[in-house]
Each structure stands twice: as C-alpha cells, then as structure tokens.
C-alpha cells in the first residue's frame, strides 16, 4: 500500500504531491514499483492545517476518479475518519476506506457497507483525529489493541461489510508511545492469530526515528527492518512511502518463508 498525500504539510514528503499532476505521476511511480494499493490522503495524521470536510473532499474525490480511470486494475484506499469524506470518495470509485482513527465516526462503516468498500480498523487508544498520544497508558497494549480492532471488524461484518474485505491494523505511534509500538511489533503474532488479515503502517514513523535517533528523511533502514519482522509474523498489507524497497523486503520474506519461489535459480546449476 503506497502512500500518496494530496496534503500541503505531510510529516514525510512536506507536501510533494500537493500539485495534482506530481501526486498522479506518483501513483504511476508507486505503480510501476509494485505497489498494489494506492492510499490517497487528504488530512494530515498529526496536528496542523485546519481542513474541514469540504476542503478533504475535495483534495481525494476528484483524484480518486483520476486514479480509477487510468488505473483500473489498481486498489484504490482513501484514509479518512471522516464518513461524508468516506462517501464521496466511494462515489468516486475507492475500493478501501482506510479508518485510520478507530471509528471516531461510526458511520464510517455504514458507508463501506453501502458501498461494498473494503475496511481498516485501527487501535488508536480512544484519542479523537489529530491527536498526538500524550502519557498514554495500556495494562497490556497488545491486548488492547487486539481486543478494539476485532470489536471494530466485527461491528463491520454486522453492519454488511463483507468479512474478506475487513483489515485490522495496530496503528503504529497513534495513541502510543515508543515502547508500545516496539511491543507491537514483537508481538504482532497475536494480532495474526485473530484469523482477521493484518495491516501495518510502519513507513517512517516515530517509533522507528526515535529507537534510531534518526530525523524523519533517515529512517528506511529502520522501517524495512519493522517491515521484514512484521512480514514474518504473518502481516498482511504494509503502508509505506517507499514502495519499491518494501516490495524487494517483502518479496525476499516470502522467498525465506517459502511462499514465494526465486526470480531465478542458476547458482550452483549451470
């Protein structure tokens, strides 16, 4: 799943793909590397600009429609909260709704319902959007986040979401701290044994630059290390900004894993 923001102040790209036609050769770019999701964001995760949903709504749906018609064969995932965002966007022709804020808004999952849309559900500790953690406390944070998602999942299933089309995801550094996303990361087998397939957004992310000491632009070593631990577990959808080294690290823990055969084998044959 490779990340495309049509934001002005995204934590990573600080807004590279604002302009319309950068972010569509993005989509041709993370496309062309193998990226099989395109997750088109409006709202930057974390504080600052203020966009209402008007504003939101305008930055994805008409992107979207661009996105669809010159890539049909492309999933294409919105990461919104928000369900008036969520349903101009399915109009448009989005095939994912990647609720990156728990459920803040329920009705979220009535839109992917009504519109067969796939969906993510998040572990975010009950903070409202935008909201960075603060002295955040679980009992058992692993637990806690297994416990909220398949909650999320299956109030989706009962709303008419189609049970293959439900993804749970442990929300990295939202409503946590450094060591909750490491504890995360260590024990995401738990989150896979649910029986529910497994999203992970690991790209950059604090929790990585803080383990590292490293500034935002320095921190991919890092996340493929996340990457390949969180693959070997059983992970299912890995959301990044650099889709290339991500595919080749995934590719590669499959090889290991045996789920995937070599490109080629002639060491040793010839």
Sequence with gaps: MAIVNRTRDSFYDQGATWDEERALDRVRQVVSEGADIVDVGGV?????????AAEEVRRTAGFVAEVRAEHPGVVISVDTWRAEV???????????????????DPALAEVAAEYDAALVCTHTGGLAPRTPPHRMSYDDVVLSAVHDTVALAERAVDLGVD?????????????????????????????????????????????????????????LSGT????????????????AHQARET????????????????????????
Excluded: Y
């Design 163 to 219: 049970p293959r089309s439900v993804l749970i995801d442990p929300a990295h550094d939202f409503g946590k701290n450094t060591w909750h996303s490491l504890e995360i990361t260590r024990r995401l087998g738990e989150m896979t044994a649910t029986g529910w397939p497994v999203l992970v957004s690991l790209s950059n992310k604090d929790f990585v630059g803080e383990t590292l000491d490293l500034p935002v632009g320095e921190r």
């Design 86 to 104: 969520a349903r101009a966007v399915c109009e448009a022709g989005a095939d994912l709704l990647n609720d990156a804020w728990g459920g803040h």
């Design 247 to 270: 595919r080749e690290v995934l590719d590669m823990v499959a090889s290991i894993k045996g789920d995937r055969p070599p490109a080629k084998v002639v060491r040793g044959l010839a």
């Design 224 to 239: 493929l290390a996340a990457t390949a631990v969180s693959a070997w577990q059983g992970a299912r959808v890995f959301r």
């Design 44 to 52: 930057k995760a974390g504080p600052g600009e203020e966009v209402d």
